[in-house]
């Protein structure tokens, strides 16, 4: 999609710094932080919400989860805890439409989520 924030980025178009790549999808910190760690792993295809995932994209979501596990090691959060979240449409407060991740840690988390 050519007028997509995350294609963009993910295309190397809007250059940031990759914490995580691989063939299938790339991680980079989020812009406005809601945790001392917060990265969004994002897969390199277009897939607007996670109602749009179908059951031959079960690997690449699979991906994502190793790459959140990576990303939350890396960032040495994997012992203490940490949370991803997949924020779909709005009432969850999906404010871009390119699937992605939320890898949050390094702080307690709260529960139930607001
Ligand atoms: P959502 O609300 O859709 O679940 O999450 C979108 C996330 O993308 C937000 O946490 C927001 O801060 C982040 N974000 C929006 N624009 C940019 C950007 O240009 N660069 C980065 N790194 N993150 C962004
Ligand atoms: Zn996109």
Known sequence: MSDCLFCKIAGGEIPVEFVYEDDDVVAFRDINPQAPLHTLVVPRR????LNDVQ????????????????????AGVAEPGYRTVFNCNAQAGQTVFHLHLHVLGGRAMQWPPG
Not at 46 to 49: G, K, L, P, Q
Not at 56 to 67: F, T, W
């Open 46 to 49: 277009h897939i607007a919400t």
């Open 55 to 74: 059951p031959e994209d079960a690997e690449l979501i699979g991906r994502m989860y190793l790459a959140a596990q990576r990303v939350a090691a890396d």
